[in-house]
């Protein structure tokens, strides 16, 4: 598969994956429309844009989203793309994501009256469901007839937890949520089950741990991340145990093992069910592509 593919989905929508399993940087150019917002999440490696030819320059490390927008100055696109780099960019048009939003464009930030003709920045942590989705469109394993529609999919799914995850942060939209204590408490519990993801606590244990009561905690841990407490572990379990099979240092069963599966087994029934694959398949994807 060639390093750099460009799907275009239609005239106003367009994704381009970057893959440099090299040891030399990448160069790629594109030139941008000034009615373009883009998007960039960076699975692995680093990222570097280059502006006003070379006298600025913007990195973009693993693990990091970045949304551009300047319908006042075409921003054309020039990256330096590291070695060992997984690297997605989804260029749409504000008429094109406008018209997706028509009902709750004036919920969105860079949608509303007042700022669709000012320009953009935001650069964000990659979250653990954003991370599987990119990880899916670099493991693309149906055929090849059927690739657009994948990815279309998929696309659409990430920018769905980009706005979810932009919204869902926001105190004012969690009515119950307005003690901002709460929400203290709730991004403790958050830390909490992640600390001891291998043998996490109870709901009603981690509720007493961080003092809330056991209803705000699930209403509240909803609201700010987007899912119940134990699917939300569950993703950044799986996600954390793909991470550890990437660098090599673990089999299968150790995996599991530092994840808190007692069987491997469950283990594995559980990185299917999230991924789609095996990981003993994954890593021979892995071993293959390497």
Request: hydrophobic residues 35%; positive net charge.
């Given at each position: ?18 893959e ?20 960039y999440f ?28 300047n ?22 048009s ?41 990880n ?50 709730i ?35 909803k ?17 954390y ?7 090599g ?5 150790e ?7 007692s069987?491997s087994?469950?283990?594995?029934a ?17 071993n293959?592509?390497?």
């Open positions: 598969m060639s390093p750099i593919e460009e799907i275009n989905i239609d005239k106003h929508f367009s994704i381009i994956r970057i440099n399993p090299g040891s030399e940087n990448l160069i790629f150019h594109k030139d941008m429309g000034t009615d373009i917002i883009q998007f960076c699975l692995k490696g680093n990222v570097k844009f280059i502006f006003n030819q070379n006298t600025y320059s913007l990195p973009l490390q693993k693990e990091r989203s970045l949304l551009l927008y319908p006042q100055k075409s921003l054309p696109l020039h990256l330096e793309v590291g070695p060992c780099t997984q690297f997605i960019c989804v260029l749409i504000i008429q094109k994501l406008h018209a997706l939003f028509s009902t709750e464009a004036e919920f969105i930030g860079f949608l509303t009256k007042e700022n669709r003709n000012k320009k953009y920045y935001q650069e964000e942590q990659v979250s653990p469901s954003m991370s599987i989705v990119l899916q469109m670099f493991n693309f394993y149906m055929n090849p007839s059927i690739k657009t529609l994948y990815y279309t999919g998929k696309t659409y799914e990430l920018l769905s937890l980009v706005f979810n995850h932009n919204e869902d942060l926001k105190i004012e939209n969690c009515p119950f949520l307005s003690d901002e204590d709460d929400v203290l408490k991004k403790k519990a958050k830390d909490t089950i992640i600390a001891q993801m291998a043998e996490p606590p109870t709901l009603q244990e981690l509720a007493d741990s961080v003092g809330i009561n056991i209803k705000k905690l699930k209403l509240g841990f609201q700010i991340y987007g899912d119940s407490v134990f699917s939300f572990l569950f993703d950044y379990k799986m996600e145990a793909r991470k550890l099979l990437d660098s240092n673990y089999n299968v069963n995996v599991g093992a530092k994840i808190g599966y069987s087994s469950h283990f594995i559980a990185f299917k069910k999230k991924f789609g694959t095996t990981p003993k398949k994954y890593l021979m994807t892995l293959n592509t390497n």
